[in-house]
């Protein structure tokens, strides 16, 4: 499984230690990429355009699962959960991570990164992703409900895929000035190019890109 750790600027100060503490707690098997946002960086951006970044690595096939949060972690669980190809579960102790895991399966986390994290937090961090990485993911839970829970976690997803625009339909409704700073993040989108599965997808935003490009050197002229 590949894992991706990206969070919002307002808690880059807290991007190493999200990095190195999923490291702890996945697979020696997995790999964990880290996309930022990095403390020393200068360019701002908000939840919302975090969790466009995170729905591009998703769709295309580049990740498998992602860490994210915010100050609070709801506003970037509400962000992704309004975005093609993600279910994200907000979780804020050992046992939200272990039950989202292992019931609703899905392929986002989002934790409060500064509310409620005082003296000794970064326990209550480690402990949480120990347990989110425990066991398989969508298994059910508990186990003479298994079966009911993985049935209502696939009806779930389903209802998701339903419910949402594509990223064919929704490209062009992004303002072109937010579309260009994500697609301008070179790190996530070498990552995109380079691991990502989703053939059409990459080429739209390949092709997006290449426009703007286009547009920015036409500008110039």
């Known amino acids: 499984m590949r894992v991706a750790v990206i969070q919002g600027t307002t808690r880059r100060n807290m991007n190493l230690l999200l990095f190195e503490s999923v490291k702890k707690a996945v697979q020696s098997s ?11 960086e200068n360019e ?3 939840y919302v355009e975090i969790a466009i970044l ?9 990740v498998d699962f992602v860490v994210t949060g915010c100050s609070s972690g709801q506003g970037m669980m509400l962000a992704c959960n309004s975005l093609p190809d993600l279910l994200c579960g907000y979780i804020e102790n050992p046992q939200d991570a272990f039950l989202f895991g292992r019931i609703n ?5 989002s934790l409060p990164l500064d509310l409620n994290f005082g003296w000794q ?25 298994a079966e009911i ?3 209502e976690a696939s009806a779930l997803k389903n209802l998701n895929r339903l419910t949402k625009r594509s990223w064919e ?23 995109i190019i380079n691991k990502g599965s989703n053939k059409e997808f990459i080429r739209l935003l390949k092709a997006k890109a ?9 500008n110039k002229v």
Do not use: C
């Not at 997995?30 to 020393?40: Q, S, T």
């Not at 326990?123 to 120990?130: P, S």
């Not at 929704?170 to 790190?187: A, V």
């Open 30 to 40: 997995d790999e964990v990429l880290n996309f930022g946002i990095f403390e020393e």
């Open 54 to 62: 995170i729905s591009f690595l998703m769709e295309s096939g580049a």
């Open 210 to 218: 290449d426009k703007m490009d286009a547009d920015r050197k036409w």
């Open 44 to 46: 701002q951006y908000s």
């Open 149 to 151: 829970k993985r049935l």
């Open 121 to 145: 937090g970064e326990l209550n961090l480690q402990y949480t992703l120990d347990k989110l990485f425990d066991g398989e993911f969508g298994m059910g839970y508990p186990e003479h409900e």
């Open 169 to 191: 339909e929704l490209l062009d409704q992004i303002p072109k000035d937010n579309l260009n700073k994500l697609l301008q993040r070179k790190i996530v989108m070498n990552a």
């Open 105 to 109: 399966g899905g392929n986002v986390a």
